[in-house]
């Protein structure tokens, strides 16, 4: 029915490309850990353990250090609205016809949303077995961002009677309103609705839509570019302001938040591997060494859509994938298939909710579970977008989206594990397709050939 994204947005996926490679040979993320590091160093100096400073003088002095950093976040938490809407929209438009949506956008789809809300599922009660966030001084930290936590989210607890009519309010009368309120699962869920629209209408009419939607999305990222820019300048100073007040001990108990999202990680990659087994008869080291070299780009770049082309390649060449699923799954799955971005958002949700005390209920789980997989499935496949989604999936549950500047000096290292999953499991779901749908889709000249 619609172009392809490379035909609908050339220059802004060769520029992305760019970007990335600019990022990559200019090794930014060394630059964010010696941030860091600097920022630690700083932060014991000006903290009561040496007293460089008389107290006062040193919050004074880390307030003015934090100031890039809250300008990092709000440059985040600005574009996320506008960001996410379009990324929701753009993604479930990446059909190339008709026949593609009818006969494989449903099974690739569903496999995906599916797959989305088991990693999601498993963060979050891997987050809840290991408590991760128990490891840091919730109090001092509580007292060091009291200036920015907002109030605590809504305990009444949601009876079964209550059911129907809080999910007539997840529908938004009013888009706009949820828009300026910052309603984010309302949010979502319009930007759904109104990609399905445009997708049963006539080319001719959603064609210029689909233009401003795309160049929103390219807006956006450039002003999330900017921000990335910015980052080790903010890691520096918001690490240096925190180590300041709590001290270095609460930064040591980072360990088990990062231990904790990895071993999600890998679990999640244990359950990609089972499936191929069991759906595909497909060895997992076999799946593993043909997909290592599209692998290792994508832990390098920790960008989806820049591995896209490699991706294609090696589910065609290496996977024995039909280029009718791959060209069709690949791109698909590079802007909505985010599992292991998803699992690191459940594990972050819950760890900064430990870390400020905040008890989410079992209502606030499902909107958890709910709008991270509703997050992920929008997420432009693009290095520090999980640090914005993040921003919004933490604001719907009440958790202080402050709290992000705990977790950004080690957010590379997970993106670049989570951006690896991700590209594993849009692979995977290739292999699984063309065992499943493969004789249904492919063309005469694939079959013959």
């Known amino acids: 029915m ?31 850990l010696i941030g860091m590091g600097l920022g630690v160093i700083v932060g014991i100096l000006l903290g009561p353990s040496v007293g460089l400073l008389e107290r006062e003088a040193a919050l004074v002095v880390g307030d003015w250090l934090a100031l890039p950093g809250r300008l990092f976040l709000v440059l985040i938490q600005m574009i996320v609205i506008p960001l996410v809407f379009a990324s929701i929209i753009m ?14 956008g449903l099974w690739v789809v569903g496999f995906f949303v599916v797959t989305t809300t088991i990693a999601i599922i498993i963060g979050v009660n891997l987050a809840l077995l290991i408590k991760p966030g128990h490891y840091i001084d919730s109090r001092m930290v509580q007292e060091s961002m009291s200036g920015t936590m907002p ?26 309103t949820s828009m300026v309120e910052g309603q984010m699962l309302q949010v979502v869920i ?22 401003f939607l795309g160049s929103l999305q390219e807006i956006c990222m450039t002003v999330v570019r900017g921000a ?9 100073g918001l690490i240096a302001q925190l180590t300041s007040r709590i001290g270095l001990e ?33 060895q997992p080291l076999d799946f593993l060494r043909r997909s290592r070299d599209v692998l290792l780009l994508a832990f390098s770049t920790s960008s989806s859509a820049a591995v896209m082309p490699l991706s294609i390649k090696t589910a065609e060449e290496k996977l024995g ?18 599992n292991g971005t998803a699992l690191y958002q459940g594990v972050a949700a819950i760890f900064l909710a430990q870390v400020f005390g905040i008890d989410i209920t079992p209502a606030g789980m499902l909107v958890l579970v709910v709008v991270a997989v509703g997050a992920s499935i929008g997420s432009p496949a693009t290095p520090g977008v999980g640090i914005v989604i993040l921003a919004m999936i933490l604001n ?7 709290g992000i500047a705990l977790i950004m000096g080690v957010d590379r290292l997970l993106d670049m594990c989570r951006t690896a999953v991700n590209v594993t499991g849009d692979l995977v779901a290739c292999v699984i397709m063309h065992r499943w749908l493969g004789a249904e889709v492919q063309s005469p000249a694939e079959v013959s050939g």
């Open 250 to 282: 609460a930064l040591l108990g980072m360990a088990v938040y990062v231990c904790t999202v990895l071993a999600g990680l890998v679990l999640l990659l244990v359950l990609y591997m089972l499936l191929l087994v069991i759906t595909a008869t497909f």
């Open 228 to 236: 990335m820019w910015l980052a080790p300048l903010a890691v520096f």
């Open 321 to 338: 994938v039909a280029p009718s699923i791959a060209r069709f799954v690949i791109p698909v799955g590079a802007t909505i298939n985010m």
């Open 151 to 176: 109030a605590a989210a809504n305990d009444t607890a949601v009876t079964f009677t209550d059911i129907p009519g809080h999910l007539v309010e997840l529908f938004p009368a009013n888009p706009l």
């Open 190 to 211: 319009f930007a759904v609705v109104f990609g399905l629209a445009l997708i049963m209408t006539p080319p001719e009419r959603s064609r210029p839509m689909l233009e």
């Open 91 to 104: 993604g479930l438009c990446s059909t190339e016809s008709v026949e593609q949506l009818k006969r494989l």
């Open 2 to 32: 619609f172009d392809s994204l490379e035909q609908l947005q050339p220059r802004s996926l060769k520029n992305l490309s760019d970007h990335l490679n600019r990022l990559v040979a200019g090794r930014l993320w060394l630059k964010v």
């Open 396 to 402: 719907s549950v009440g958790i202080p989206a402050a």
